[in-house]
């Protein structure tokens, strides 16, 4: 009797031993993500972290017409490898939808558009151009009017230190601006550890 108690707990242990354990339904069942329910982005984050909803394309009057055109800038050559290793950098163009507008050949790399309105009093608006660097984060800033049928710098260019943030459109449209007629720029004093903005005359070509 006392062996065949012991045979029958024996069967019973290897039973339970062999029985899967129950699975738990949460950490076991997959994850199911809801692709139809679209996520809101907060306007505050949108508004610092999508630079991409900036400058795509402008519009103004920039050949003084009375008609409105839009410009925009466009990879007009992919170059190849590192440019700070020896490699070729793209190369980006300022187009427009007048086709009787010519395009402007801007380098390299990455750029975004101000439309600065009529600075020279030409009735026409001029355009500036916020252009990454091939290395670092200083940024190059230069302004385009349109004269006699074609493109020029209306005044030298200068340097914005980002520091890797993103500036917004409204932020760039005051680095260049025109008071009592006189056209100036917002320049970055380095040697400020708040990188202050300073009012400089702007240098015209």
């Excluded at 045979?7 to 699975?23: D, R, V």
């Excluded at 008609?67 to 590192?82: D, W």
């Excluded at 074609?150 to 993103?166: A, C, K, Q, V, Y």
Aim: glycine share 6%; hydrophobic share 40%; charged share 25%.
């Amino acid at each position: 009797m006392k062996y065949s108690i012991l045979f029958f707990a024996g069967i019973l242990t290897a039973c339970n031993t062999n029985s899967p354990a129950k699975s738990n339904p949460v950490k076991d069942s997959p994850v199911t993500i809801d692709t139809a329910t679209p996520v809101a982005v907060p306007v505050a984050v949108a508004a610092t972290t999508l630079p991409a909803a900036d400058s795509n394309i402008i519009t103004g009057d920039f050949n003084g017409d009375g008609q409105t055109e839009s410009a925009f800038v466009v990879l007009a050559k992919r170059g190849n490898g590192n440019p700070v290793e020896d490699g070729v950098p793209d190369e980006y163009a300022l187009r427009f939808s007048d086709s009787t507008l010519p395009a402007v050949n801007i380098g390299c790399c990455e750029a975004r558009l101000i439309n600065e309105g009529d600075l020279n009093s030409d009735n026409a608006d001029e355009v500036s151009v916020f252009q990454a660097p091939p290395n670092g984060n200083t940024y190059k800033m230069s302004t385009w009017t349109f004269d006699e049928q074609r493109w020029r710098e209306l005044s030298d260019p200068f340097l914005i230190p980002t520091g890797g943030d993103f500036i917004a459109d409204r932020e760039l449209q005051k680095r260049v601006f025109l008071e009592n007629h006189i056209l100036y720029f917002l320049d970055t004093d380095l040697n400020d550890e708040h990188l202050k903005l300073v009012k400089k005359k702007a240098m015209l070509r």
